[in-house]
């Protein structure tokens, strides 16, 4: 797409419920990254894939967090057993040249959990 | 650890007059990267300039400019002309080139316009 394109644009949950957030990269990226932006905060690592490499999971907050991305394109990350803390704004972004070109990013899954 | 410290949270400008934010990082690194990115009310975050440490020129795009200065690991950006569509927040960014992928942000500057 002309874009990175991410669903829901919005989520609300009820606390200890699962939720899987969706990031589609732009076509032929085959860098991938998830970011958290909790509020009056930057944004935190996530996760980071390349290609075909292991993923970077070094920034997942705990086991409750963990993300795939089939056939080197569509990405879900999934919390489990969500949490109020998990409140944020999920950030996914691609890139083709590496970060030194910078990103294009998404425009966020926005999660409540109330 | 690399940190990126931005130490206004808010920032108003007139409308057509220039304004400065700040950013200050540490890192024992020679080698990065530096970036400034701008977070309209869309959420998305949107690249505004860049900045590779081993060159010496300011990195420049059209109104957007920056203040490289490595020794005092520093990088402000210098908005000129402000336009009623620069508000929004702006987060410095830094990279290391070492195949490490992750951007370290700043807890961002929001700037206003004002009319």
């Known amino acids: 797409g002309a874009g990175v394109s991410q669903s829901p644009s919005n989520k609300v949950t009820e606390k200890g419920k699962d939720v899987e957030l969706r990031c589609d990269p732009i076509?032929?990226?085959?860098?991938l990254y998830w970011y958290r932006q909790s509020l009056g905060q930057g944004l935190e690592f996530l996760i980071y894939?390349?290609?075909?490499?292991?993923?970077?999971k070094s920034g997942l907050p705990s086991d409750r967090f963990s993300a795939e991305r089939t056939g080197g394109s569509v990405s879900t990350l999934t919390i489990q057993r969500t949490q109020q803390e998990d409140s944020a704004v999920y950030l996914c972004?691609?890139?083709?040249?590496?970060?030194?070109?910078?990103?294009?990013f998404g425009s966020g899954t926005r999660l409540t959990v109330v | 650890a690399q940190t990126v410290t931005q130490s206004q949270p808010e920032m108003s400008v007139q409308e057509a007059e220039t304004v400065t934010l700040s950013c200050t990082y540490d890192?024992?690194?020679?080698?990065?990267?530096l970036f400034w990115y701008k977070q309209p009310p869309s959420r998305q975050m949107i690249l505004v300039i860049r900045?590779?440490?081993?060159?010496?020129q300011n990195a420049t795009e059209n109104r957007f400019s920056v203040n490289f200065q490595k020794a005092a690991k520093s990088f402000s950006l210098k908005i000129s002309d402000s336009q009623l569509g620069d508000a929004a927040m702006y987060f410095c960014?830094?990279?290391?080139?070492?195949?490490?992928?992750?951007?370290?942000f700043g807890t961002g500057t929001r700037l206003t316009i004002i009319p």
């Open positions: 894939f390349q290609g075909n490499s292991a993923p970077d």
């Open positions: 960014a830094y990279s290391t080139n070492f195949g490490n992928e992750k951007l370290t």
């Open positions: 890192t024992s690194e020679s080698d990065y990267y």
């Open positions: 076509s032929g990226h085959t860098a």
């Open positions: 900045q590779e440490a081993y060159k010496q």
């Open positions: 972004a691609s890139s083709l040249q590496g970060v030194a070109y910078g990103y294009t």
